[in-house]
Nanobody, 127 residues
């Protein structure tokens, strides 16, 4: 079965860190640009961070710049999202998505354009 699987979410206090992982199953991730999205309660989906297939280009949403870092290890078919200085406003379900149409770019595409989506991992930031 071809899928993406996220992990690493949880409950943390404000100011702490979490590292999310997105692993591909059934296909290799090195031909795909990957983006992290999140959906906060009552809000529209929001692009968080994105990375090109070979990792040379990255992008971030304004609300996470300077706090989150995206990276990838294609040998492990894994994309990571290091999240530091977490705030209550970061509480959301985080999803990763893979795009094969523009693999050399780091961009947030319309959600329906991605080839694969993961099932999501919950991140809750609360004291």
């Amino acid at each position: 079965q071809l899928q993406l699987v996220e992990s690493g979410g949880g409950l943390v206090q404000p100011g702490r860190s979490l590292k999310l992982s997105c692993v591909s199953a059934g296909f290799t991730l090195d031909n795909y640009a990957v983006a992290w999205w999140r959906q906060r309660p009552g809000k529209e989906p929001e692009g968080v961070s994105c990375i090109s297939a070979n990792g040379d280009m990255t992008g971030y949403g304004d609300s996470v710049k300077g706090r989150f870092v995206i990276s990838r290890d294609n040998a492990k078919n894994t994309v990571y999202l290091q999240m530091d200085d977490l705030k209550p406003g970061d509480t959301a379900v985080y999803y990763c998505a893979a795009d094969s149409v523009f693999p050399s770019l780091a961009s947030f595409r319309p959600p329906s354009d991605y080839d694969y989506w993961g099932q999501g991992t919950q991140v809750t930031v609360s004291s």
